[in-house]
């Protein structure tokens, strides 16, 4: 009984818990239910992916009504892992935020906080499980507009014209993928995904498909915060509270990126984006650039928080690229790394906060010898650091690997040096923080630091441990991502 | 009709869309911006539903007088889409209220004065 309406319960647990939240309003007795609720939905959907992967393709009805008229849920094995992972790394962030919101968040907002957080993971837990174009929107929207809210909590009052600036770009793009799916509903008459595939007439090149192929991909692109769309993503990320930051870092921009494998392979369908519209020979020049870009602008930062962010732009690069491949190991990598770096940003930015808890800054010159006094904090940054630069036995080389094995499938070697040399670009920002915390003499903070707290150490290890097991034994994680990879190749979903 | 005057719903909403993207990007108070990006996403939502009209349908009921009607479907996403727009405006009117309340202003360039965000 139960197993036929887990879409469901996926979507309605952490949507009916946050009122609940509200209600409760005791900030203790709040934080626990919010807990619990996470990992309830984590559960789910571990049971979900083990569905998918036993019987296939599981598809859900809402109140009854058949497909192209009713709101279809639809869960294939890319939704399934992006699912696991979204709701694995609210479960896990949500579990760290108690002891960081003490010191980062006013008592009586903590309820509004738990609310907005479990309101923010039902829209992206939306998106990733809905197979109706306009339920995307909703979902898409409820995600975003929940995360404005969460960014304004920051601290600093810089939170606050960084939520609005986000705000205001998040709105133009998410209203741009409204016209975008309303011209494609003018053309086919549905909403229901794989309806709309087989219904697109796209041979003739109709221009009102091609409009909307434009909006949408600018949308998309705004939101998944590609290279030069990207402005909103450093100052939100940098001003947020540090739960904030790493949740929305490591599952938000990730989900824009399902959008666009959504849209591109299973609504489009590859013959039409790639061949007839030239997509791939955009997203490629922009993600290049964008990693290198970014990647450089990083090294100059001196906020520690601000240079992890402009690093996720770079690594959404990377992602981008996997995708612009349109081969079956360049999509295996884009997909994988979407895994990948949602566990290395998680751990950075949770290790992040960590510091934040104890040394009260972000700031590269504060964090100087804080090595000694937090090792196991740092010990965990300097993992997730690792991952970034992609050297072997974390997570980051597999993706690497998958890049560079597809730019080579296609003799693009030049593509496969830049790669490889933007990891040298990594290794640069990583390596000014490693050296100043610890090669340096400690900081007047840092000497007073002591080691974070184990309900703030255990979350951040789990995530960064992930990263390393992942590393070795890739069968589960590119496994999945290469079986989700077929599945968007082979036609429509 | 297809002609440039018979499609002048569709000239309408390219003008309000362009109006509210340029108020958006031009204007440096942020009560103008949060105005544009509302004439923004309006224009969306009169493009919705001139997609949905039949010219000459009548209201979608079930009665034998009428055959031709209007497509509903349309009028009820963008009912939708409406709520989204109010619930995009509160909370944007509200951060514009914290804003004042932390810089005093609420003019973009005054605020990058006080916290130069690079």
New interface residues.
């Given amino acids: 009984m139960i197993e036929q309406h887990l879409p469901i319960l996926q979507i309605i647990v952490p949507l009916i818990a946050a009122p609940l939240c509200v209600l409760l309003r005791h900030a203790k007795l709040v934080t626990g239910f919010a807990i619990l609720a996470c990992w309830v939905t984590f559960g789910l959907a571990v049971l979900l992916l083990d569905q998918v992967v036993t019987t296939g393709v599981v598809t859900y009805e809402l109140g009854g009504w058949a497909a192209p008229w009713g709101i279809e849920y639809r869960v294939d094995a890319l939704s399934a892992f992006v699912l696991l992972f979204v709701s694995g790394i609210g479960a896990i962030v949500m579990s760290y935020a108690p002891r960081s919101m003490a010191s980062e968040i006013a008592e009586h907002r903590r309820y509004l906080f738990c609310a907005t957080y479990l309101l923010c993971l039902t829209g992206l837990l939306g998106i990733a499980i809905t197979g109706d174009l306009?339920n995307l929107?909703?979902f898409l929207?409820i995600s975003a507009?929940s995360s404005?809210?969460l960014i304004?909590l920051g601290g600093k009052?810089?939170a606050?014209?960084?939520?609005?600036q986000y705000?205001?770009m998040g709105?133009?793009g998410a209203?741009f993928i409204?016209?975008g799916i309303?011209l494609m509903?003018?053309m086919t008459g549905t909403l229901n995904m794989a309806d709309m595939a087989s219904r697109l007439e796209l041979a003739d090149g109709v221009r009102t498909t091609l409009v909307a192929f434009g909006f949408l991909s600018v949308g998309i692109s705004l939101k998944m915060a590609l290279f030069p769309l990207h402005l909103w993503l450093?100052?939100a990320y940098a001003f947020a509270p540090s739960v904030v930051t790493a949740f929305l870092a490591a599952t938000a921009t990730k989900v824009s990126v399902y959008i666009l494998l959504r849209f591109v392979f299973s609504v489009f369908g590859i013959g039409f984006a790639f061949e007839t519209m030239p997509l791939d020979a955009i997203l490629m020049p922009l993600a290049l650039i964008g990693i290198f870009v970014a990647s450089t602008v990083a090294i100059f930062q001196s906020d520690i928080k601000?240079m992890l962010a402009y690093s996720s732009v770079a690594q959404i690069g990377y992602m981008v690229l996997g995708i612009s491949f349109a081969s079956i190991t360049g999509l295996t990598g884009g997909i994988v790394h979407m895994f990948n770096h949602a566990l290395m940003k998680g751990g950075l930015f949770l290790a992040m906060g960590c510091i934040v808890l104890r040394l009260g800054s972000v700031e590269i010159d504060d964090m100087r010898g804080i090595g000694r006094r937090m090792p196991f904090t740092m010990a965990a940054w300097v993992v997730g650091g690792l991952g970034l630069i992609g050297v072997p036995v974390t997570v980051g080389f597999i993706s690497k690997w998958y890049l560079i094995q597809a730019a080579l499938e296609r003799n693009w070697w030049p593509v496969a040096v830049l790669v490889l040399m933007s990891s040298l670009l990594a290794l640069v920002y990583v390596w000014r923080v490693v050296e100043v915390a610890y090669f340096k003499e400690p900081s007047e903070r840092a000497s007073a630091a002591s080691e974070a707290p184990l309900s703030m150490l255990i979350p951040t290890w789990v995530l960064i441990g992930a990263t390393l097991f992942f590393g070795l034994s890739t069968s589960a994680s590119a496994g999945v991502a290469r079986r989700a990879a077929g599945l968007l190749l082979g036609g429509s979903p | 009709m297809n002609t440039v005057l018979g499609l002048y719903n569709y000239w309408i909403v390219i003008f309000l869309m362009m109006t509210g993207?340029y108020i958006?990007i031009s204007r440096e108070n942020?009560i103008k911006?949060v105005i544009g990006?509302n004439i923004?996403?309006t224009s969306?939502f009169l493009?919705?539903i001139t997609?949905g009209k039949v010219r000459g349908g009548t209201a979608p009921i079930v009665s034998e007088e009428f055959t031709l009607y209007t497509n509903p479907l349309?009028s009820v996403?963008i009912l939708?889409?409406i709520v989204?727009g109010v619930?995009?405006t509160a909370?944007?009117l509200a951060?514009?209220v914290?804003?004042y309340e932390?810089?005093e202003t609420i003019q973009?360039y005054e605020?990058q004065e006080q916290?130069p965000?690079?």
């Avoid at chain 1, 606050?160 to 609005?164: D, G, K, R, Y």
């Fill in positions: 306009f929107f909703v929207e507009l404005y809210t304004a009052r810089q606050l014209p960084a939520a609005f705000l205001v709105t133009i209203t409204l016209i309303g509903y003018m450093p100052n601000r | 993207f958006v942020l911006k990006l923004f996403q969306v493009m919705y997609i349309p996403l939708t889409a989204v619930a995009t909370v944007a951060l514009v914290r804003i932390a810089y973009e605020i916290d965000l690079p």
